[in-house]
């Protein structure tokens, strides 16, 4: 019969327990010669060292034997150990004692495995001599690729349990918990299965002041010990209190600080990032993929060609191509003119739409402001605004329709007539030559020229819609309507998308006359819309604008609130994510792979205690165009370096590079509003990242900022993200926190006007040397 090794590991708190055992030891050594039996008595010091000897017997033992009658940790550690390693492990209790029978069933763990009752040596000894290596826990392969974590809760959720969850969820690996609160025992079974599933373990201790610190500390030596055994990324915290020795230094790790719990989960997840490659090594092409990493280009103008092959097609998307909105509202950088080019070319995908595409430049309209708005009363303003916006449409529907059809025409026999009709009708006035900038520009110049000569430079002027119409129009409009409401018959949809128009406004530096005419354009699309679809005719306008010249227009007309729109702000950390993972799919990997995956290729897991992705999605103010800048600058540093994936370095290097470029924008758009270079963001370098209102007011004074305009600044800086606010012990807000409403902020900031703090936006640290 082959030799069986049997290591016997048992607590030294009850002396009739360890003569017991003793016993048994004796009586096998006599009778069991197929028995090789070694004896290890633990003392009741939780946590005590484990050293490489115990772990050695464990490795080399067929059997664990392991006595529960009194509860010890670190025989609970090695029944965990042993199971761990794929050992059978028999748990013996002497039936003589009913010593912590309550303990024992609240913890769960021993009777899910089973006991082996005795009541003397004789019994023991026969135990041992008929103990079978078959029936151990069966240990799983499979790897939960979603839930790589396991962390074991505490009963309670203290600050400590807080931080380590906090962290875990920070660094965006899924984890699985097991949570006394829902399951009042931890079955040995089930945390066995768990943790083989898993990657990474996490197993907070408790010092024996916290309540049922016994019942808890017995289940983290259990889980520790089957983690370890396994081979897993595995951290054990403990408060500077205990329960485990200062010196245990090489398995149980002590935290004084929150900080010292973010650095050893952000350790955990670096080895658990590195562990999932190997788990599900990506296919990436030959090479150094870094260096051939094509993001894309942050500005949506310079990669029309390639936009559609990675573009997020979000509900916003949706919604504005289903004809569901007519102004799609965003910040800069949001990506609305993404959105306008990928509309556009949709709808110009089917052959029988009429898409019209327009994007002015704001100084197109200067003339106009300056000529003609300065001179007229508000209502007259706002007719001859309007009717010039129907009249641009209409011509430049018309000019798209007999751009389109310039050659079908002549082979569509139902289109012949009615085209040379249209042509007619528009070509009876001159309406420009060129593309639509330059023709906008003429007429306005022309409107302008016009209104100086017939009515001088007389202040509140009055126009009848006699005198609007001889100003603008140069042409029949009745018949130009007529004439392309018969063409229109023969086509599927007009879709009108107007973009740029608040192009080089000045953010909170907008005038009423700006506003006055979005408000014009929109009304006069309206009007089209209500005229062409009375035809029967399928219409539909969508005016792209900022969200504060939004704002504006919402506070001085109240009816454009309930103006259908999309709004393209970003809240989700989870889209800027899928809209960066489908560019860098497009450099030759699987359509189907997931951000994580291929970001551990392209960057480390953890930086500051902090999943990476989320650490830049946190510092970019929420706007797609500034995360992809902010990887343009890490990715430029380590390829220059030769590195294969962003390191620590390099993220510090180019989070420096993206920091002064978001200061020179936000200082540029401070000039303009208060109309002179102050170098005003410059003057936070050395006062640190939080200010009370009469601090910020120093500050802003000591840029020589007028007392009046303190408050527009300070708007605008909460508006730009540079400020948020943070009410006590409350998280910060910025803008972007309270879906970019400056309404909710200015109301927040009233209410806790005298507890509330401003906060410096972290994404301009590097810039301020903070």
């Not at 007529?482 to 086509?491: M, R």
């Not at 600044?713 to 909460?718: A, D, Q, Y």
Request: aromatic share 8%.
């Amino acid at each position: 019969m082959d030799l069986r090794k049997i290591f016997f590991a048992y607590p030294a708190a009850l002396i009739e327990v360890k003569q017991a055992i003793s016993g048994a030891g004796r009586l096998v050594a006599t009778r069991g010669n197929n028995v090789e039996l070694h004896l290890w008595v633990e003392n009741d010091i939780a946590g005590r060292p484990l050293t490489d000897p115990i772990f050695q017997q464990i490795n080399q033992c067929d059997i664990l034997f392991a006595d529960v009658t009194a509860l010890n940790f670190n025989v609970t550690f090695e029944i965990g150990y042993a199971i761990g390693l794929g050992k059978r492990v028999h748990i013996t209790r002497n039936s003589n004692f009913r010593r912590e029978v309550e303990l024992i069933d609240r913890i769960g763990i021993f009777d899910t495995l089973g006991f082996e009752p005795y009541s003397n040596e004789e019994d023991l000894a026969g135990l041992l001599l008929n103990a079978s290596d078959e029936g151990a826990i069966r240990l799983t392969s499979a790897i939960n690729v979603k839930a790589p974590i396991y962390v074991l809760n505490t009963p309670t959720m203290g600050q400590a349990m807080l931080g380590i969850v906090s962290r875990v969820k920070k660094a965006r690996l899924g984890f699985r918990n097991f949570f006394p609160q829902e399951e009042p025992r931890l079955s040995a079974i089930k945390a066995v299965d768990d943790i083989a599933a898993s990657l990474g373990v996490v197993v907070p201790l408790l010092s024996k002041d916290f309540a049922d610190a016994d019942l808890h500390n017995i289940r983290a030596a259990f889980v520790a010990g089957v983690a370890l055994a396994m081979g897993k990324a595995t951290v054990i915290l403990q408060p500077s209190n205990g329960p485990a020795p200062l010196d245990v230094r090489d398995i149980v790790k002590t935290y004084t600080r929150a900080e010292d719990i973010a650095d050893q989960i952000g350790e955990l997840a670096l080895d658990v990032t590195e562990r999932l490659q190997a788990v599900e090594p990506l296919p990436i092409p030959a090479g150094n993929f870094l260096a051939q990493l094509s993001l894309g280009d942050p500005i949506a103008e310079n990669e029309f060609q390639t936009l559609a092959k990675y573009f997020l097609r979000t509900d916003e998307f949706g919604r504005a191509s289903r004809g569901e909105v007519n102004l799609v509202v965003g910040r800069k950088g949001a990506g609305k003119t993404a959105l306008f080019s990928q509309l556009r070319n949709e709808k110009r995908a089917n052959s029988q739409n009429i898409v019209v595409d327009l994007k002015p430049e704001g100084y197109q309209l200067i003339r106009l402001k300056e000529d003609v708005l300065v001179f007229l009363a508000e209502g007259a303003k706002t007719h001859l605004i309007t009717a010039f916006f129907e009249y641009v449409l209409y011509l430049e529907i018309c000019y798209k329709v007999l751009e389109k059809d310039k050659e079908r025409h002549t082979r569509d026999g139902r289109l012949y007539k009615p085209y040379r009709r249209l042509l007619d009708a528009y070509s009876a006035g001159d309406a420009g030559e060129g593309d639509f900038s330059e023709r906008l520009l003429a007429l306005s110049r022309e409107l302008a020229a016009k209104f100086q000569k017939g009515f001088g430079t007389g202040k509140d002027q009055r126009l009848t819609a006699q005198q609007v119409t001889e100003l603008i129009y140069k042409h029949n409009i009745r018949e130009i309507r007529d004439a392309l409401s018969s063409y229109l018959k023969f086509k599927n949809a007009v879709w009108v998308l107007f973009d740029n128009l608040d192009k080089g406004w000045s953010s909170h530096g907008i005038t009423g006359n700006d506003t006055l005419i979005l408000r014009s354009l929109i009304d006069a699309a309206r009007k089209i819309q209500r005229e062409v679809q009375r035809d029967g005719h399928d219409f539909h306008c969508v005016v792209f604008v900022r969200n504060d010249v939004y704002q504006l227009l919402v506070e001085t007309s109240a009816d454009y609130g309930k103006e259908s729109r999309a709004t393209l702000d970003w809240t989700d950390s989870d889209l800027l994510r899928e809209l960066v993972r489908r560019r860098m799919i497009q450099n030759g990997l699987p359509e189907d792979t997931a951000f994580e995956r291929v970001w551990a290729q392209v960057c480390i897991s953890q930086y500051s205690g902090e999943e990476t992705s989320q650490y830049l999605i946190d510092r970019s103010l929420m706007r797609p165009r500034n995360l992809l800048k902010m990887l343009a600058h890490c990715r430029g540093f380590a390829v220059n370096l030769g590195r294969e994936r962003i390191e620590q370095a390099d993220l510090e290097k180019g989070l420096k590079a993206y920091s002064l470029d978001l200061i020179t924008e936000a200082d540029q758009e401070l000039t303009d509003i208060i109309g002179s270079d102050t170098a005003l963001l410059y003057h936070f370098i050395g006062e640190g990242d939080r200010f009370d209102r009469s601090r910020l007011g120093a500050i802003l004074k000591g840029a020589d900022i007028l007392a009046e305009s303190i408050g527009s600044v300070i708007e605008f800086l909460l508006y730009y993200g540079f400020l948020g606010i943070k009410v006590g012990s409350e998280n910060s807000r910025y803008i972007f926190d309270v879906g970019y409403d400056m309404k909710l902020l200015k109301v927040l900031i009233s209410k806790h006007e005298q507890s509330l703090i401003y906060v410096l936006n972290p994404a301009f640290f590097p810039a301020l040397n903070l």
